[in-house]
Nanobody, 124 residues
C-alpha cells in the first residue's frame, strides 16, 4: 500500500522560508506526478483544497499565481520524494498543506494518494 509522509511545516515569520517534503513509501514503483494543495474554507464538513504547485516526473512544473516567484516544487525521482521550497512567506500562506502523488504500482496501476497534511503558520 502506498503511503505519503509529509514533513517540514511549522511557524515562521513573514518573509521567512520553509521547505515541505513528501516521501512516498517504498512500495511505490513510479511517481508520475506530485502536487501540493492548501485547504481552503468550504462548506461545513467539506474538505476543499486549492492547488499550490505540481511537478511531473519529467520535471515540468505548474504553480498557482500566488506561488509563482516565491515557491519552488521539485521531485527526487530516485528517492520518490518531493519538495516544496517556500520563500517570502506571507500571512495569507497560512494553512494546512497536503501532498498528493499519482503513483504507479504493479498491483493498483496509477492512482492518486494523499498525505495527512502539514500545518504552515506565517505570523509575527
Amino acid at each position: 500500500q502506498v503511503q505519503l509522509e509529509e514533513s517540514g511545516g511549522g511557524l515562521v515569520q513573514p518573509g521567512g522560508s520553509l521547505r515541505l517534503a513528501c516521501a512516498v513509501s517504498a512500495t511505490a514503483v513510479k511517481v508520475n506526478l506530485m502536487a501540493w494543495y492548501r485547504r481552503i474554507q468550504g462548506k461545513e464538513r467539506e474538505l476543499q483544497r486549492e492547488l499550490v504547485a505540481r511537478v511531473w516526473n519529467a520535471g515540468n512544473t505548474d504553480y498557482a499565481d500566488s506561488a509563482k516567484g516565491r515557491f519552488t516544487i521539485s521531485m527526487d525521482n530516485a528517492k520518490n520524494t518531493g519538495y516544496l521550497q517556500m520563500t517570502s512567506l506571507r500571512p495569507e500562506d497560512t494553512g494546512d498543506y497536503y501532498c498528493m502523488a499519482n503513483v504507479y504500482t504493479w498491483r493498483e496501476g496509477s492512482q492518486d494518494y494523499w498525505g495527512q497534511g502539514t500545518r504552515v503558520s506565517v505570523s509575527s
